[in-house]
């Protein structure tokens, strides 16, 4: 089929799931009493998504805290920290402080997962979400983790990591390891496609030298942006070494927090390309619905080299994109990239966090619905 319809991973939470969850990580709730919160939310995000013309679907991570921040339950050494709680630990808590309110962050809301001891395995990161999906659908499933560089440089926080691990670097073999299990277990249980996320390479390349933010406060201690890019292409590829029959795809955007499109990040892929051409994976899941984005042209030397994922609608507002929109924009990624190597997806999720949904349940299946019927229309031309 051209021109597959899917989502980036994330669809909203209700209000009763983000109730359970909190009870849960509160100690309140057991696994067994969420489960039956979760596994009512993930059958609606299921069915929304069939019922919009989705055909790779995702279970909304549902279950998670985060796209990142789930794993502490699903790992030894890991503790789960609001942001606000690393204040005491960052070396200038004023201007992080500052940097938050700049960029719209709810420091008493987002959690992050921080290392605090040895990274130890338990029943895999994912592979439980993948199985109950996989009995309540026959479409194709995306599931999308934490890629590498971003579980690494994430968790890795300057004076109660270095207690454990010397650097990033000692953490990252770790890492490497657990996401090859994880990969391995997630083929053999059938799962089509699975999806790296790494936003943080967009502060990589465009934030300030020193800055901090709230997704990865060890960026501060990083090298110059090509030697972070090049690090971040060598653990992609020592992950995905070796594998054969799913589709690995990385997920690269602007931000996703917040609805006030000016606190978010800018720039085009251009200075990414070089690195994420050597990244052995198959497609390259982007945002291109906003100007944030940049030009589609950078690909102009890159043309026909990775499939895209081509992000045609912004998850963070109530309009719903009219189909002849959509078309106009992957019309303008043909140039570059032939029609069995378009797939057609949001710029990001629908909801990042689980206590700052972007979007709504209504809108979000709405906006899919309408990617679905841009992929009908550019179908028939291009069959």
């Known amino acids: 089929m051209l021109f597959p319809v899917t989502v980036v991973g994330s669809w909203p939470r209700s209000p009763e799931l983000i109730q359970a969850l909190r009870k849960k990580q509160a100690g309140e709730l057991d696994q067994a009493g969420f489960d039956v919160v979760a596994d009512k939310a993930v059958l609606e995000c299921i069915r929304a998504q069939e019922s919009a013309g989705v055909d ?209 990040m800018k720039g085009n892929y251009g200075p990414m390309l070089p690195y994420l051409m050597q990244m052995n994976i198959h497609q390259l899941v982007l945002e291109y619905a906003t100007p944030r984005a940049g030009e589609m042209e950078v690909f102009k030397e890159y043309a026909e080299q990775k499939e895209i994922g081509l992000g045609v609608v912004n998850p963070r507002t109530d309009t719903i994109e009219p189909p002849e929109l959509i078309v106009q924009q992957v019309k303008a990624a043909l140039k570059y990239f032939p029609p069995e190597k378009v797939f057609l997806n949001p710029d990001c999720g629908f909801g990042t966090f689980a206590e700052r949904n972007v979007n709504n349940h209504e809108i979000a299946t709405k906006k899919m619905h309408t990617i679905a019927q841009a992929a009908e229309i550019l179908r028939k031309e291009y069959k």
């Not at 995702?58 to 796209?67: M, P, T």
């Not at 789930?70 to 609001?82: F, I, P, Q, S, T």
């Not at 083929?187 to 967009?202: A, M």
């Open 56 to 264: 790779i679907l995702s279970d909304g991570e549902q279950r998670r805290d985060n796209f990142y921040s789930y794993v502490v339950d699903k790992l030894a050494g890991m503790r789960l920290m609001k942001v606000s709680e690393l204040f005491d630990h960052v070396k200038d808590r004023a201007r992080f402080e500052e940097v938050l309110r700049g960029l719209d962050v709810p420091a008493f809301a987002i959690r992050s997962p921080i290392v605090i001891g040895r990274l130890g395995e338990k029943n895999g990161l994912s592979l439980d979400e993948l199985e109950f999906v996989k009995k309540n659908t026959k479409h194709q499933v995306k599931v999308p983790l934490p890629g590498p560089y971003m579980l690494t440089r994430s968790s890795w926080f300057e004076g109660l990591s270095d207690k454990v691990y010397d650097s990033p670097t000692d953490l990252a073999a770790d890492v490497i390891k657990i996401l090859r299990k994880e990969v391995q277990g997630l083929k053999d249980r059938g799962c089509e496609f699975i999806q790296f996320d790494e936003p943080i390479l967009t502060q990589v390349v465009y934030g300030e030298e020193s800055s901090e933010t709230f997704m990865c406060a060890a960026l501060p201690s990083r090298k110059d942006p090509t030697e972070e890019m090049k690090l971040a292409v060598k653990w992609m590829n020592e992950v995905t070494e070796g594998f054969t029959g799913v589709r690995f795809g990385v997920h690269i955007c602007r931000g996703n927090w917040s609805r006030k499109e000016e606190v978010l």
